[in-house]
């Protein structure tokens, strides 16, 4: 009672919150910015680890179906060749290495290319709509592009409007 700290109980975690202004202690990481973090370190895996597939075996890509469908979703929607696909998966780990250690650039970054995501995908749909196209033509095409819009907009969602991330990364309310 003496140390003008108190204890809640918050979505699983342990918090300590100071009552005095100015004298916060440091917050633990949410839970599921540590589910997002893990996301980002498998998809950054699998990333690197289909680049080194395809610089030793080329044709891989094309002799496994569901292949393309999973590199499109951890591509973030992203059609990668050569040199960009293990760029894209160092970028994806160390987005996800600034998240577990509570960055706020990676904050940042991921809320824009979510963001940037859906806004792409919404002005195509848009536009091949009022063209009369047909945008998705295979049932591959639209489950994977089904899972990366609704990712991505949880992942937008989250780390925009939840209450403890501008804490967790640093910033006061």
Not at 9 to 33: A, C, M, N, W
Not at 76 to 98: D, K, M, S, W
């Amino acid at each position: 009672m003496g140390t003008g700290k108190g204890q809640y109980q918050y979505t699983g975690q342990l918090r300590y919150l100071s009552i005095h202004p100015g004298f916060d202690t440091k917050v633990e990481r949410p839970f599921p910015v540590t589910v997002i973090a893990h996301f980002q370190f498998v998809k950054a895996a699998f990333l690197l680890g289909v680049a080194a597939l395809l610089q030793f075996v080329p044709d891989a890509i094309h002799s496994m179906p569901l292949l393309p469908f999973f590199l499109y979703i951890a591509a973030h929607g992203r059609n990668t060749h050569g040199l960009l696909l293990p760029v894209a998966g160092i970028f994806v780990g160390y987005v996800g290495y600034g998240l577990w250690r509570l960055k706020p650039w990676a904050r940042r970054s991921l809320i824009a290319s979510t963001a940037l995501m859906l806004i792409v995908w919404g002005h195509r749909f848009f536009v091949d709509h009022m063209d009369g196209v047909v945008t998705l033509r295979t049932p591959h095409e639209q489950q994977a592009v089904a899972m990366v819009l609704f990712l991505d907009a949880v992942v937008f969602l989250y780390m925009v409007a939840y209450d403890d991330i501008p804490r967790a990364f640093g910033k006061r309310k």
